[in-house]
């Protein structure tokens, strides 16, 4: 698998299970981002910018028990596009048995094409109940949740040809500096039948702050090998030659880019034409931008209508902005729209400037500090305790905060 292979040969850049992709960067799950109208102008902006989608563009998280009990709004959460393919949807799960009925539901019902797992959520009432980048320090429990989702694959018939549905898992190196849990968890994973493992180079402790240890996805390379899946490197891809460098430092298959990508979802054209060593496209003017916020704003209400729309761009816009001259007031007003015509309205004065940002692949969304990891009491006493998770209630599961 090399990730300098053309969109346009037959040989895959990477390859997970029976998805063959032609290009190696993967859009990581993120709640309340990677919904359906997100990833559509994901693929929409590669389109355009490099004349093909060719990466993996995930769903957000999605509950397993909320899943199994048909939660109206978790079902919608998981809607794909008309045209959207491989459908990928990641599941976060903490007890074998619902993660086993969700992926034979998912496989049964042909809900997706790929299915994810989240061990990485550093979130604290996730982690409080023993659920995300909590989880692998159970290597037990860890060896379970997976394999009951393959289990669940190969049950409903579609572990093998061309339909099969490969199930990953992305974690962290651990729970914080004291307690690594990336080697195991690979090993685990690639035991209990994974497609693939990635890794996110940094401890729950450390949430999204510092620098991502790419050496540490170099070492879970080097310790993945000769198990045959590939292993995705994962943390602080932000401009058009990370993903290149992050391979080549270690050694990894691909790599799966999160708070990279927001307010740039033409990010992906920028690094996949890197890789496939064609030119990058330009950075988009203000006003280009301002049409691409539009476009993102009618895809949202096309999907969850005007109203919620109208309210969940806001935050976008921000991440949009970010380093262009847009003026406080225009900023002030866009953080007030209430439907499209106002959004129009707002942006009419930017549509044809040709400003350019201000360090536009710098780090944006979430950092943080790093701080204690929120756990269940007396988890850290035996790491091969044979226990079972906290079921996640459908209340929560519904919200995805993660």
């Known amino acids: 698998m090399t990730a300098a292979t053309s969109a346009t040969t037959s040989t895959p850049a990477l390859t ?17 981002v990677t919904n359906v109208a997100f990833r559509t102008l994901c693929r929409e902006q590669e389109e355009q910018r490099t004349g093909s989608a060719s990466g993996l563009y995930v769903c957000e998280m999605i509950t397993a028990r909320a899943l199994v009990e048909r939660n109206p709004k978790t079902l919608h959460m998981t809607t794909f596009g008309p045209d959207e393919s491989p459908r990928s949807l990641q599941l976060y799960t903490t007890d074998p048995e619902y993660t086993y009925k969700a992926a034979r539901m998912l496989a049964e019902e042909d809900r997706a094409d790929h299915i994810d797992m989240n061990f990485g959520c550093p979130v604290p009432k996730v982690t409080r109940r023993g659920g995300g980048s909590a989880l692998p320090y159970k290597r037990k429990l860890f060896a379970a949740v997976v394999g009951a989702a393959v289990r669940g694959v190969a049950d409903a018939g579609r572990a093998s040809g061309p339909d099969a549905i490969p199930v990953t898992v992305k974690f962290r190196v651990g729970i914080d500096d004291e307690h690594h849990t990336h080697l195991d968890a690979g090993r685990i994973a690639a035991d209990q039948g994974a497609a693939a493992v990635t890794l996110h180079g940094r401890t729950a ?77 330009a950075e988009p003017t203000l006003g280009e931008v301002a049409h691409i916020i539009l476009r993102h704003a009618e895809l949202l209400a096309d999907h969850d209508g005007e109203k919620y729309a109208s309210r969940d761009i806001r935050k976008h816009i921000a991440w949009y902005l970010r380093g262009f001259p847009a003026g406080g007031e225009m900023r002030r007003q866009l953080g007030g729209i209430n439907s499209l015509a106002d959004l129009r309205e707002v942006l009419d004065p930017i549509w044809e400037s040709d400003a350019l940002a201000a360090e536009a692949d710098s780090a944006r969304g979430r950092q943080g500090s790093p701080g204690k990891v929120s756990l269940p009491h007396d988890w850290l006493e035996d790491p091969w305790e044979d226990c079972v998770g906290v079921t996640e209630d459908v209340e929560d599961a519904a919200n995805n905060g993660g």
């Open 205 to 281: 402790a450390q949430r999204y702050s510092g620098t991502a240890d790419w050496g540490e996805i170099a070492r879970l390379v080097e310790h993945m090998d000769g198990t045959g899946i590939p292993v995705l490197g994962n943390g602080d891809i932000f401009k058009a030659t990370d993903a290149a460098a992050m391979m080549e430092q270690t050694g990894c298959d691909g790599v799966v880019v999160g708070r990279g990508c927001l307010g740039r979802p033409w990010l992906f054209a920028e690094l996949s034409a890197h890789l496939r060593g064609e030119e990058i496209p």
């Open 16 to 32: 997970i299970g029976s998805l063959e992709l032609a290009s190696p960067v993967v859009l990581a799950p993120m709640a309340g």
